[in-house]
């Protein structure tokens, strides 16, 4: 048994006023009567069963303690959690998802799952073991097999709640698979969390505890803007997801206020709202709701601006219209065309394409992809004899090292008429192979340098011709030059980000909201996990004297988050089990019981002192 | 005492006393003798009083010693009847007034004693006999008697004992003795009744208490403080404490009444929120005290 609201018990002081009272001698007041006479025989009578009397003083008394006793226990709400004999493991999931936060359930969803699960620890029999698994973005045990109570407690204190989704299912896929692990037969899983999430039912060792309320919520959903020749316009969508209600919009830029609106929700709509107007030098777009609700952490929606960059590119070819009319599609792009036997005047190219052989020296920086290469000494590349005809087909373990190269691309169909049989040099992936397994278009990583090599030239396949060619050319540009330094302008809270860099560049330090600097060596591409905070996060690539600065925003995933009352049926399958957080948080709440004893116990005291039976 | 106008003493006119002692030394009443002789035998002198019959003076007597003597026959002698009336200070109380009610049932049996020629002293009780009115006889000393007992004050304690054994008037003579009491004496009754049956008394004990005492209403810690002794008693009142003071006051009561019975005393116990008509015409009728 543990208690709900442990301060309920400071009730129990009422007992030191009461014990006062019985003490201190009592005032009579005067009352003057023809004769007492009569009245010092009923004394003498009551003195007659003083032992009884005092007896029955005492047992009034101690009624009185009791019902104190049980009244603040009822304040307190105890909570029986069965009686087991100990020795079981359970598993705790704690639901760490932006939504937690909302506050219609007081103090919050997390504080009171957070506090019944610090009662059910409480509650734990010697020979209980606990495992504790939060359920954030990436599910992961925090805690555990432990039957230390106060390691275990200390563990949920130190829970906090995410910006972000949580991944309820795969939290409890991975209880599932600790318990097998864990334990033999007498596990049990509770998962602390504000819904139900659809495909749970049906599990026998499964406990669910809701902490949830009618949540009253608007979300600022989607901030995103267009750069015209004066102005920047700005489009900013609110739902809501409670009921009909108006509320104030203010547009900030660069941390000033710009304007305010004020906007119609109706319930369960979502509603877009125009600025325009907007200086074009504007790097920071902020829009807020100034009303609070039940989630505020959605209230803010932000857009960066970011700088943009145009990348030099030298392609060495004798004519490819196919790869000129791809690569025209990127604005960013400064292409410039040299024979293959011509010397570029300049060596500060960020991408080099050789639609022809590869020079013996490669350039000093600058990404590099070549079509029908030769031998290679520096990049390790053999190529030696030919393959034909041969039809392409897309490597799918290229997705798990390069998901973004063959995005949106036909992984086969493709016909070529003749190509080197590579090797695939150190560092490379292979992107597109034939039946055979033989290279023909390779991809790969060189101190630095991005390099990718088909081994085909694009007049002897049908490749151009097809609709997924300036896709695949798109997807090895973008990797090759990130059209924006962030690579995405807006991930959701607790996602993570491979930072993408142009190429000669060294370092790239990554800005928080809250100004911690993260510092990363530009090679091999790094991955930044910590997007915690809301906000706008600003990155800077050096490359020599040159900086280069962007910024990304990390944002609620409010279309997960923002709606409170997703997901908060009450569940009646089977082995599960649903309490209200607001009423009685977890177990069975025996207060009630406490509560109809304490009346009995009145009616006894009242029976004693009237009747003196 | 407004009460006795005209129409109540008219009634009163048609009750008489009923008490069972042979009487000794009286005048003409219409209580008969048990001695020997008829009727109009005569049988002693004595010295006139105020309210005598004066028919019955012996006007030879008159002529001889110059002083005024009434015949006494052995038929139809007159009754000496004594009313104690407690003028304690516990008799000023209740409401409605214990006290007033006794005062108003003395002059009740008073009248209906000298409307059957009997004589009538009326004696004050608290500590001692604190007023007398000696005895008389006649109707028209009625009102000196409702005169003297409406001026009586409620004072002191209730002591039946010292004050009834020392009223000497009673002593020699026989006769009926009503007391009009709360009978809350700390020294008993039992004494007192013992006395007048020595002194060849008939007895009429009317009790009277107040509907407080009867079943107090009271509640919470009190100081009960006497009114007679200024004594305390600390009683937290309870139900339960309540319960047993009603219980104590019946058994006071019903001891009361069995010493009554056993002794051969009429007694009557009565609230003094009863009406004094219906405590003439039918309680005290109902209790055999007159008829």
């Known amino acids: ?613 | 005492m407004k009460t006795f106008d005209a129409e109540f003493l008219q009634k009163l006119e048609h009750l008489a006393l009923q008490g069972s002692k042979l009487i000794k030394g009286g005048t003409g009443g219409n209580r008969r003798s048990k001695a020997r002789g008829s009727a109009i035998e005569f049988s002693d002198f004595r010295e006139y009083t105020p309210g005598d019959d004066y028919r019955r003076i012996d006007w030879n007597a008159y002529a001889r010693f110059e002083r005024l003597f009434i015949k006494l026959y052995m038929e139809e002698r007159e009754t000496n009847i004594t009313v104690f009336l407690d003028t304690s200070a516990s008799m000023d109380s209740g409401e409605p007034n214990k006290g007033i009610l006794a005062k108003k049932l003395a002059a009740v049996f008073a009248y209906i004693a000298l409307a059957n020629y009997d004589r009538v002293g009326i004696a004050a009780l608290n500590e001692a006999v604190s007023d007398q009115l000696p005895y008389f006889s006649g109707k028209p000393g009625f009102y000196r008697a409702l005169e003297f007992i409406d001026r009586l004050p409620f004072s002191g304690r209730t002591s039946l004992k010292s004050s009834i054994t020392k009223f000497a008037p009673l002593q020699s003579r026989k006769g009926i003795s009503i007391i009009l009491s709360d009978f809350l004496a700390r020294d008993g009754y039992l004494e007192t009744f013992r006395y007048l049956k020595y002194q060849q008394q008939d007895i009429i004990a009317v009790q009277i208490l107040s509907p407080e005492e009867l079943d107090p209403r009271l509640s919470g810690a009190l100081r009960l403080i006497d009114t007679e002794t200024g004594e305390s008693v600390d009683v937290e009142m309870t139900p339960h404490t309540l319960g047993l003071y009603k219980k104590t006051v019946h058994s006071y009561m019903e001891q009361l009444k069995n010493v009554c019975s056993n002794m051969e005393i009429a007694c009557l116990q009565v609230s003094s929120e009863i009406s004094l008509e219906q405590l003439v015409f039918e309680k005290l009728h109902q209790a055999g005290m007159i008829g």
């Not at chain 1, 010092?40 to 009791?66: E, G, K």
Request: some cysteine.
């Open chain 1, 1 to 613: 048994m543990s208690f709900s609201n442990p301060w309920g018990l400071l009730a129990l002081l009422l007992i030191i006023p009461i014990v006062l009272l019985y003490i201190l001698k009592k005032q009579h007041e005067d009352r003057t009567i023809s004769s007492t006479m009569l009245w010092q025989q009923v004394v003498r009578d009551l003195q007659a069963t003083r032992p009884w009397q005092r007896l029955r003083t005492r047992l009034l008394l101690i009624l009185q303690i009791l019902a104190v006793i049980l009244f603040a226990v009822s304040l307190a709400r105890p909570t029986w959690y069965g009686g087991s004999e100990g020795g079981v493991h359970y598993i705790a999931v704690m639901d760490t998802s932006a939504r937690m936060q909302a506050r219609d359930v007081k103090p919050s969803r997390m504080e009171a799952a957070r506090n019944a699960l610090l009662d059910f620890i409480q509650s734990m029999k010697p020979g209980d073991t606990l495992t504790l698994v939060q359920a954030g973005q990436q599910p992961f045990v925090i805690a555990g097999p432990s039957g230390n109570k106060g390691a275990l407690k200390q563990a949920v204190s130190e829970i906090q709640p995410a910006n972000g989704r949580a991944d309820l299912i795969g939290a409890v896929q991975l209880a599932q698979t600790l318990l097998r692990d864990q334990s033999e037969n007498n596990g049990r899983i509770h998962v602390y969390s504000d819904h139900f999430p659809s495909g749970l039912e049906n599990q026998d060792n499964l406990v669910f505890h809701i902490a949830s309320g009618n949540g009253q919520n608007a979300a600022v959903t989607h901030v995103g803007y267009e750069i015209g020749n004066e102005s920047i316009s700005v489009l900013s969508r609110v739902a809501n997801y409670g009921l009909q209600r108006n509320i104030t919009l203010e547009l900030k830029i660069d941390g000033e206020l710009q304007n305010v609106k004020d906007v119609h929700l109706p319930a369960g709509e979502e509603v877009n709202v125009y600025w325009s107007g907007i200086p074009t030098y504007a790097r920071e777009i902020m829009v807020s709701i100034s009303e609070e609700d039940d989630l505020m952490l959605d209230n803010i929606g932000m857009a960066a601006v970011s700088e943009e960059y145009q990348a030099k590119v030298l392609m060495a070819t004798e004519r490819n219209v196919y790869l000129e009319r791809a690569l025209s599609l990127r604005e960013d792009i400064d292409l410039y065309k040299v024979n293959p036997d011509q010397t570029p005047e300049s060596t500060d190219f960020h991408l080099y394409i050789y639609d022809c052989r590869l020079p013996e020296q490669l350039p000093e920086d600058g990404h590099i992809i070549a079509f029908s290469p030769s031998s290679h000494e520096q990049i390790g590349l053999a190529v030696e004899g030919e393959i034909r005809p041969v039809i392409a087909t897309a490597n799918t373990h290229a997705r798990s090292f390069y998901p973004s190269l063959l995005q949106y691309v036909e992984p086969e169909g493709y016909q070529i008429a003749r190509a080197g049989k590579m090797n695939v040099p150190e560092g490379f992936t292979v992107l597109l192979q034939d039946e055979g397994e033989n290279p023909l278009l390779i991809a790969g990583e060189q101190e630095g340098r991005k390099i990718a090599l088909f081994a085909f030239s694009l007049h002897e396949s049908n490749l151009p011709l097809k609709a997924d060619f300036p896709i695949l050319v798109q997807n090895l540009l973008n990797w090759l030059l990130p059209p924006d330094i962030a690579f995405a302008g807006q991930i959701f809270a607790g996602e993570s980000l491979q930072l993408e860099c142009f190429p000669n560049v060294s370092r790239i330090i990554v800005t928080s909201p809250s100004g911690r600097k993260y510092d990363f060596d530009a090679y091999p591409a790094p991955v930044f996990y910590d997007t915690h905070d809301i906000g706008i996060y600003k990155i800077s690539q050096q490359a020599g004297d040159q900086t280069y600065t962007g910024s990304f925003v990390v944002s609620v995933p409010t279309h997960e988050v923002s709606d409170l009352c997703t997901g908060s049926e009450v569940y009646t399958g089977k082995g599960g089990g649903i309490f209200e957080a607001a009423a009685s948080p977890f177990g069975k709440d025996i207060w009630m019981t406490a509560g109809w004893t304490l009346l009995l116990l009145l009616l006894i005291e009242w029976q004693v002192y009237h009747h003196g039976t």
